[in-house]
């Protein structure tokens, strides 16, 4: 049986992705690898639907026939990368952010900048997992905060934040 699009199943295996909108070819990689991973395990990919490692992510999942949304900071569709299936305009630039750290069920963030840093505090205010691959690590008062959960691999991350998803509560 096939899930219709707004099943509670479906929505629980919606994985928002973070990281900068350029990057190196290393990260663009590992980027695709996730897509690919994503997309393979049934998940559908929500990202900031631009350049980098949203591009990246959003290839890989479409190279195995994998579903992509992109929420893009502008008012043109146009701005999203060609890999994006559905492409959410939002005219908010980077406050965008929270959308794209609440959308998905869990939240991968692969290396990134300050844009992904907002993003990780959004998807943690919001209760949801953040998994990380070559990420920001957090800290307070020179202690560090284990608020970032640290994949070692690829198939880790995407199983922790499938996991996990699973366990949030659908809005």
Do not use: H
Request: with cysteine; charged share 20%.
């Amino acid at each position: 049986m096939v899930e219709s699009p707004g099943s509670k199943q479906n929505w629980n295996r919606t994985i928002s992705v973070i990281g900068a909108g350029m990057c190196d070819d290393a990260t663009y990689a590992l980027a695709e690898e996730v897509g690919r991973e994503l997309a393979a395990r049934g998940a559908i990919v929500v990202c900031g639907g631009r350049g980098g490692v949203m591009e990246a992510v959003c290839k890989g999942a479409k190279s195995v026939g994998g579903r992509t949304i992109g929420i893009l900071p502008g008012l043109s569709p146009s701005e999203a990368n060609p890999y994006v299936d559905i492409a959410i305009v939002t005219g908010l630039g980077e406050l965008r952010n929270a959308i794209v750290a609440r959308t998905g069920r869990g939240v991968i963030a692969i290396g990134g900048e300050f844009g992904t840093l907002s993003e990780i505090g959004f998807a943690l205010n919001s209760g949801r997992s953040v998994i990380g691959l070559n990420t920001w690590q957090l800290g307070r008062g020179g202690i560090r905060v284990e608020a970032i959960t640290e994949a070692k691999n690829v198939a880790e991350a995407v199983s922790l934040a499938l996991e996990r998803a699973e366990m949030t509560a659908a809005p």
